[in-house]
């Protein structure tokens, strides 16, 4: 009964000892949140209006004015950019991400992908570990921008896929990522970053009227690859925040669960324990009663 009671002790020291592990992992990801969820929320509006403007400005641009990042094609080539993480223990988060960027390529772009013309660039180590384990063409130029991330190494990644998109290497680009709602809530999200979207009017015919200082082609040029840069970087600071808050969620839970699992260990360590001191006495007393007999 020693033995037994010695395997229930160790397993509540492994269990403590785990309980305080996911407990500070839980407050460093609460601390790592605050700040990327400030990150993300100032920046969210700004990006939003910039789409929002480029979208209007296109929409309502005359045929004449060259947009190359803005012309639509058959689609041959596709590059999917997603957006994981560095580090795992952070619930689903990672996988979901994955899953939605292959339910991606087998349904939307399943023609393109029997072709072998679809191309994954993923920012996070997770995913590009997994992508390219699996066989799939991958862009390996980018995934740890995650390590000192700024927004001169996430404009690189845009670049890459606005170059790719003029020269014709790619006919669309997409985004997948979470966007970061609350710590307990992501939404896992593909969005279209190449070509831009065209934003019509509620009628889809009345052009939006715009007065261009300077000419509408200067500035078109000048705009739309800062805005898709700021584009591809909100969904990076979305990521960000949502590994944070989908982390912190998930050692709080780990926390809950070690805790109920050392009740249990407890009740039967208790058990046991009695179980022995039950055994000892009887013996005692049989002892003793033969002693006497």
């Not at 395997?7 to 403590?16: A, G, T, Y």
């Not at 004449?64 to 094609?73: C, G, H, Q, Y």
Request: positive net charge.
């Amino acid at each position: 009964m020693s033995g037994a009671l010695k395997e229930v002790r160790n397993r509540i020291k492994s269990v403590q000892s785990t309980q305080q592990i996911t407990k500070a992992m839980k407050m460093v990801s609460a601390a790592k949140l605050r700040r990327a969820q400030d990150a993300i929320t100032q920046m969210r509006p700004y990006a939003q209006k910039l789409q929002e403007m480029l979208g209007n400005i296109v929409g309502s641009s005359e045929g004449n004015v060259a947009m190359d990042l803005a012309t639509e094609r058959p689609i041959e080539k596709v590059l999917i950019i997603t957006v994981t993480s560095d580090r795992g223990l952070c619930g689903g988060y990672n996988s979901n991400l994955i899953k939605l960027t292959k339910q991606l390529i087998n349904t939307k772009y399943a023609s393109q992908s029997a072709k072998g013309n679809v191309q994954v660039l993923p920012i996070g180590k997770k995913g590009y570990e997994h992508f390219t384990k699996n066989g799939f063409k991958v862009v390996s130029e980018f995934w740890d921008i995650f390590t000192g991330l700024s927004f001169e190494k996430v404009q690189t990644a845009a670049r890459f896929a606005m170059n790719g998109f003029a020269t014709k290497e790619f006919d669309a680009v997409e985004i997948v990522y979470s966007e970061f709602k609350n710590a307990a809530s992501q939404l896992y999200v593909s969005e279209q970053f190449l070509p831009v979207k065209k934003v019509e009017s509620a009628d889809n015919k009345k052009k939006s009227d715009f007065i261009f200082e300077p000419s509408q082609e200067v500035l078109i040029a000048e705009l739309m690859p800062k805005i898709l840069n700021t584009q591809l970087f909100k969904a990076v600071l979305d990521g960000n925040a949502s590994e944070h808050g989908a982390r912190m969620t998930a050692m709080d839970k780990a926390s809950d669960n070690a805790n109920e699992l050392l009740k249990s260990l407890k009740i039967s360590y208790n058990r046991a324990r009695q179980a022995a001191i039950t055994t000892e006495l009887t013996e005692i007393v049989s002892g003793a009663a033969a002693l006497q007999g």
